[in-house]
């Protein structure tokens, strides 16, 4: 049995509007998953139905075997505190208690409030100098990081996030960003609402909300080829600078960032991971050449041809990479007489244009 069963989950309001429309799917213990889906599609209320804050009109969801709809009064309570721990947009932090206090509070609702225990919350999260402050005195991304340490004090398998950096700017959302990573690298399931593509792809799975209805998103959206191609050229650049050395997955900061289209490109047999070790099929490894020769020629062209600034070379040249047609690449080449190397003295992988070494 999977880790979340939802089974026709559907959440009408009013005699019209549904929020969530005969929605089934399932997760996998220890799998992060991102909702997306335009603001109004339902990921919200799938959220909120998942974590008993709502119930659905039909359908029914299971965590972990429970059987959501027959949880009443203490059981719904207990299951709440103990299964489940949320991470909101808005931080719903109490204004008159300290961050300490937010996440005490946590624990009240499970067990014994432990004050040791929950400023090694707030250390871990990096705000063990921050313990006294009232939520006024820190900053939104501080708040969000006292959020994740309340939503972790109480051990829960299931981590609900609902947009949570959606008012955080580039550097906190990064530092959230990263503890979620670690989350989810210790085992934590993790469901997590966001409209935002780039926080989407560090996921390992996406599914897509429409209208309340669920669209799997299990082939490539559009405008990722460009990233894949992006992709596939860091693996191309790992094996380069690091002959021989095993690409270790969690690691390696592009797959940080882009776990579900490495998913994606695993299916495509792009590349393989087995074990925690990235590595480029046969497949991949024909992409990435040939990605990696469009722009090293494209590189050459601007240098030989136009003289222009070797620091302006690589933006360049990956701006129209991706535009090339394999008959444009093969007229390059014979055109720079097939040079071996592109101005930085990088390799060009050769094309069948090339004559025999
Ligand atoms: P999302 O999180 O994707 O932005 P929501 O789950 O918040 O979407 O909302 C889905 C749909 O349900 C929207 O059309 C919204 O207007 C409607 N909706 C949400 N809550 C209520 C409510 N309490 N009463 C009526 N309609 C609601």
């Given at each position: ?31 992060w ?11 919200s ?9 709502d ?20 059981a ?22 300290t ?46 990081r006292?959020?994740?340490a309340?939503?972790?004090?109480n ?18 959302e ?6 979620f ?119 050459r ?48 992988p ?8």
């Amino acid at each position: 049995m999977a880790f979340i069963e939802a089974q026709g989950l559907t959440r009408k309001y009013n005699s019209s509007v549904f929020a969530l429309n005969d929605v089934t799917f399932s997760v996998e213990k220890g799998e992060w998953l991102a909702v997306m889906g335009p603001s109004g599609s339902g990921k919200s209320t799938l959220l909120n139905v998942l974590g008993c804050l709502d119930a659905p009109s039909a359908g029914n969801a299971r965590v972990e075997g429970i059987d959501l709809a027959q949880l009443r009064g203490d059981a719904l309570a207990r299951f709440r505190a103990e299964k489940i721990g949320f991470v909101f947009q808005q931080f719903h932090l109490v204004p008159y208690l300290t961050a300490v206090e937010n996440v005490m509070l946590a624990q009240y609702f499970h067990s014994l409030a432990d004050e040791q225990e929950a400023a090694d919350a707030l250390r871990r999260v990096g705000l063990g100098d921050r313990l006294q402050h009232l939520p006024s005195e820190l900053s939104g991304g501080e708040q969000q990081r006292v959020c994740v340490a309340r939503a972790l004090i109480n051990q829960p398998n299931l981590i609900l996030a609902d947009e949570p950096t959606g008012n955080l700017d580039e550097v906190n959302e990064t530092i959230v960003m990263g503890l979620f990573t670690e989350l989810h690298r210790e085992g934590h399931t993790i469901l997590m609402v966001t409209h935002d593509p780039e926080i989407g792809r560090m996921a390992e799975r996406r599914i897509e909300l429409h209208h309340g209805r669920l669209t799997d998103v299990s082939v490539f959206p559009a405008g990722e080829e460009e990233l894949i191609d992006n992709l596939l050229k860091a693996v191309w650049h790992a094996y380069e600078d690091f002959p021989g050395d095993p690409i270790v997955a969690d690691k390696f900061p592009e797959f940080i960032r882009n776990r579900a289209t490495f998913q994606l490109m695993a299916q495509e047999e792009l590349v393989r991971n087995e074990s925690g070790m990235l590595a480029m099929s046969p497949r991949g490894e024909g992409r990435a050449r040939s990605v990696i020769r469009r722009h090293r020629l494209a590189e050459r062209l601007f240098f030989n041809t136009f003289g222009l600034d070797e620091t302006l070379l690589d933006a360049n040249a990956c701006r129209i990479e991706h535009t090339l047609g394999a008959e444009v690449v093969e007229k390059l080449c014979i055109f720079l007489n097939h040079p071996d190397t592109c101005p930085h003295g990088s390799p060009i992988p050769r094309g069948a244009c090339c004559p025999a070494k």
